[in-house]
């Protein structure tokens, strides 16, 4: 196996991968609220920022294409 195939297959480079999901995930769902012209308050910027479960990044990246307040992405 060559070292470039270990990497990949190295749980610390799943990890590295994974991390970049959830960064994406945050950023996308901030994005879209932005975009929509919807303010977001600290608390929720907050819980967005912190929150480490993709699926979840993904419902809120989902919702926030449909809501009309910040708050109504968490409930």
């Not at 879209?32 to 912190?50: A, C, H, K, N, Q």
Request: net charge negative; hydrophobic share 40%.
């Amino acid at each position: 196996m060559t070292a470039m195939q270990y990497f990949w297959r190295h749980p610390l480079a799943q990890e590295v991968r994974e991390e970049g999901r959830v960064e994406k995930g945050v950023e996308m769902t901030l994005k879209i609220l932005e975009w929509r012209g919807i303010p977001v308050p600290d608390s929720v910027r907050s819980r967005v920022e912190t929150c480490t479960d993709e699926d979840l990044l993904e419902l809120w990246a989902r919702r926030a294409i449909q809501v009309d307040n910040a708050e109504d992405l968490l409930r």
